[in-house]
């Protein structure tokens, strides 16, 4: 992960926009008004640094204010601990948080019912487990022996003891703010007409004639 790739500069890293897109060197962070489209702080890291890194440091000129904005974020920011820090200091966010991904097809924990209020898990089957938690908060719903007789256990992840789901420690903000963004029309409005704004800034900020590749410098 920390690899040194250069020899005349050590501070430079791999990248990665995707599996497939790759890159090397450094990444730039801003942070920008999405009605002015003002660029109004900017922080350069190592390309190996995970954008949710630096959200506390591009919001640090708020500690204190009252009259705080609205943060829009694309679902590299939609980490619970991120966001609780973000609840914390009083900010309201429109982010998307990353929805669990299906593998081969399968059942994902997106298509389990999460009951954070009764701590429950629900899955497909309509089997419903409570959740044990551990002393951290976080914890896990075992479905155990319920999976060894269920009709439809090809469409679920194999495991030898039976279906898990993991639960995060605020599993209640990550199942609130997917909530939010598959049923409520007026948040992925609001979603995509401000958040690309800031790739758009993006963009011009590493054209060529505004310097922004020589950042760091």
Request: hydrophobic share 30%; with cysteine.
């Amino acid at each position: 992960k920390d690899r040194v790739i250069s020899t005349v500069d050590d501070e430079a890293r791999h990248g990665h926009k995707s599996k497939s897109r790759l890159f090397d060197g450094f990444k730039a962070h801003i942070r920008s008004d999405p009605d002015g489209e003002f660029i109004d702080d900017l922080i350069v890291t190592p390309a190996n640094v995970a954008d949710g890194d630096v959200l506390t440091d591009l919001l640090d000129d708020y500690d204190g204010v009252d009259d705080k904005p609205t943060i829009y974020a694309d679902a590299g920011y939609g980490a619970a601990d991120l966001l609780e820090d973000l609840d914390d200091a009083g900010f309201d966010y429109v982010i998307k948080v990353p929805s669990p991904t299906r593998r081969a097809g399968r059942w994902s924990k997106g298509d389990f019912d999460v009951d954070t209020d009764n701590n429950t898990v629900t899955c497909p089957a309509a089997v419903t487990v409570d959740i044990a938690y551990r002393p951290d908060g976080s914890g896990i719903a075992a479905f155990g022996d319920a999976c060894g007789g269920c009709d439809q256990a090809d469409q679920c992840p194999t495991s030898a003891g039976g279906r898990t789901v993991a639960i995060h420690r605020r599993e209640d903000i990550l199942q609130t703010e997917r909530h939010k963004q598959t049923t409520d029309p007026a948040w992925a409005a609001d979603y995509t007409a401000t958040r690309p704004k800031v790739e758009r800034k993006l963009a011009h900020l590493i054209r060529k004639p505004w310097g922004g590749r020589q950042a760091r410098r």
